[in-house]
């Protein structure tokens, strides 16, 4: 075993060690983040989310991509502190974020997609994983392990524009695909309009999932891709921040739909109701992010590495 694959190793079991430490020492501090029965289910699909990490690095071990050492470790630690900080104060408990159409406003997602992009997919995933499960803690709403694991996956995926030496073909790729999602979503939510949205949050009568889906929150991902192609074209001449908007936006619709599907299991949910009423009202505010924020932080690095000669 080569010293890269147990450093891959070691950052995903690290996660799993972080999580369960949470999900022990959680509930001693606020009775709200007790798993309680579903713990076994919530960990279970942890377990193939890890799985689903270290089988996209098996297959693509040989990128230099996938190093980690010493700097990637202390990007992550910075990564997951950022995004567990800046998750706490946009949820509510510190800046009252108003919620446009039931859409929970989450621009703390940019950091995941950000840090992957910038510094390797397992720094993404690390960021992306322990960023979120420490920002659930803290803010005390409740734990979900496995929703952690999708942001993992956002922060992952988002890297992976590393393992292409063609950015800009790789790019129309991701495109493609990122595209038949969010039609494939539209076409769900005109489906299934009447699906309350279980992401919805009103934090003067803490209700949580009982408003039917918007209009807003039911189109957000197409909106937000709109934009997302926005930047792609407006951008076109930067292919650093283009591609970090595109695989940022694939990363959003693969690991919130990791986290959504798992809820079928988990909560019992129909499969409507994870994919209508938990997908699209969360990936779809993601992307609008990703387009405004990502651009900014990328073009932010660039030019901090120009002036520092790095």
Known sequence: MDRKMLSVLGALVGV???????AYVGPMVNESLNLGE????????????????????WATKSSPAWEVGTREVVYMSIGAALYAVLSYLFNGTVFAVPSLSQVALRPAVAIPMFFGYT?????????????????????????SPQWSIGNGLIGMI???????????????????????????GL???????D????????????????????????????IGFVLVLAVRFGFAKNTEIAAAVLWGALGNFIGL????????????????AALVGEFLPSAGPNLIFAAILVPALVAAYASFRRQSGR
């Open 195 to 222: 699906t309350p949205n279980m992401v919805f949050f009103d934090p003067a009568q803490n209700i949580f999932g009982d408003a039917p889906i918007s209009l807003f929150a039911g189109i957000s991902g197409l």
């Open 119 to 143: 510094f390797g997919p397992a720094v993404g995933f690390f960021t992306g994983a322990v960023g979120n499960m420490f920002g659930d803690a803290i803010t005390g709403f409740g734990l």
């Open 187 to 193: 076409a769900l939510y005109l489906a299934f309009k």
């Open 16 to 22: 799993l060690i972080i999580f369960l430490l949470v």
């Open 38 to 57: 579903t713990a076994g289910l919530r960990f279970l699909f942890v377990g193939i989310g890890l799985l689903i990490a270290f089988g996209i690095y």
């Open 257 to 272: 739909g990791f986290a959504a599907i798992s809820d079928i299991w988990i909560n019992g949910f129909p499969p409507q």
């Open 158 to 184: 988002s890297g992976m524009a590393m393992l292409f030496s063609d950015k800009k073909k790789s790019m129309d790729i991701v495109m493609y695909i990122s595209g038949a999602i969010a039609i494939l």
